[in-house]
Every structure is written in C-alpha cells, then in structure tokens.
C-alpha cells in the first residue's frame, strides 16, 4: 500500500517562517531582542475536507484554510513581521499593478 505524501505550505516571513500542513500549522519568529519564539495550532476547517471529490470547490477551500492561518498566527506571535506589512513590498505591489494596467491599456490600442 504507497503511502501518502505530506503536502506541506508555508510562508517566509520578515523575521521567521510559518508552516502548514493539512491539520495545523507552526511558525517561528526571532525578537527584537534575539530571542525565537515559537507557537503552533490546528488550521480551521473551511470545508476543504469535505469538498474533496469537488475539484473546483475543493481548491478554493483549501486555499481560504491556508489565508486563514496567518491571523491565527499574527495572534499567537504579534512580533511577526508579514511581508505586506512593510511599505517596500507594498509600493512594489502597487508598482506592479498599475504597470500591469499601463500595459495592458497601450496594448490595446
């Protein structure tokens, strides 16, 4: 009997990374001061178990489990640091948006 992979997902994080896998999910974070702190819980079930069979709907509920734990962790660890938190990688966002628009609006032309 081949035994099943262990899907795992993550998130580098400006001072740490997060982990999840199909049930919890686990960071860890250095402080200000140096020291790490870790902290760890169980993922929310959105559906994702139940809409296995339902391709679509499946990859919607798994993706909404997956956004779902990054409150859960700001919670449990408040000195993370998420990437969108600081303002470089948010003007870089916002850069790429509205280069993406100019492109597409001189495209079609």
Sequence with gaps: MPEEKLRLG?????????????????????????????????????????????????????????????????RALPEARLPMQDVRTVGAMAAAALGGHALRAAGSR
């Design 10 to 74: 993550g998130m580098a994080l400006r001072n740490g990374l997060m982990v999840h896998g199909p049930t919890h999910w686990a960071a860890a974070v250095r402080g200000d001061d140096g020291e790490v702190k870790l902290a760890s819980g169980r993922k929310p079930d959105l559906g994702g178990r139940a809409a296995e069979g339902l391709p679509g709907v499946r990859g919607v509920a798994k993706l909404a489990e997956a956004m779902a734990v990054i409150p859960l962790v700001k």
